[in-house]
């Protein structure tokens, strides 16, 4: 879950045992759907596109995320907002606990081998004036189901005030997300087939 206006050290330690459970049993449900439906990766990289290009001005940075197997490839949205004058953030994921870091990218970059598979540039570190953020699966009310390691919440917690934006295909839309008290539901989620705005 996003939890971006709540300190760090003011962050639960963890959910109670059944809601842990509970969103355990959709993400195993959710990796499946999210593989079957590749096809609709390009449409949802052009509605990102479109939004970032409403909502900033070239010049901006963009937090977005390189991709991992069965994930959605942000390669060629990267390179188009690139091309279209936007700084291109990656996030390095550094040992649980710790908040990302975001790096430059560029199509000239040098990628670096991250924790569990990631890749990330060696540009320099910037704040991003938009993230994009990684999602298993979603609802209608803004709630996210991630991956559980927290890494959105702790590096969200750190930048009040930055605009941040769900992903994800239309297919990882749920009826509920298990929630606890301190799961923060996001502002506007992007799917290959509309703009979700709570």
Do not use: N
Not at 44 to 49: F, G, Y
């Amino acid at each position: 879950m996003v939890a971006p206006h709540i300190p760090v050290s003011d962050l639960p330690p963890s959910d109670p045992p059944a809601l842990v459970e509970a969103k355990a049993e959709l993400r195993r449900y959710l990796r499946g759907v999210r593989m079957a439906a590749p096809e609709a990766g390009a449409a949802l990289c052009r509605r990102m596109r479109e939004h970032v290009r409403a909502v900033l001005t070239p010049g901006r940075c963009v937090a977005a995320v390189w991709p991992l197997p069965g994930e959605v490839d942000l390669r060629g949205l990267c390179a188009s907002l690139h091309g279209d004058g936007y700084c291109v953030l990656l996030p390095r994921t550094p040992p649980r606990g710790q908040p990302l870091s975001f790096h430059r990218w560029s199509p000239e970059a040098t990628m670096c081998s991250g924790r569990f598979g990631t890749l990330h540039p060696d540009g320099e570190v910037a704040r991003p004036d938009l993230v994009f953020v990684p999602l298993l699966g979603f609802d209608r009310r803004g709630f996210r189901l991630g991956y559980g390691g927290g890494y959105y919440d702790r590096t969200l917690a750190e930048l009040p005030g930055v605009p941040t934006v769900g992903f994800g295909l239309s297919a990882q839309e749920v009826p509920v997300v298990p929630v606890g008290p301190y799961d923060v539901p996001l502002p506007v989620i992007v799917t290959e087939r509309d703009v979700i705005r709570v």
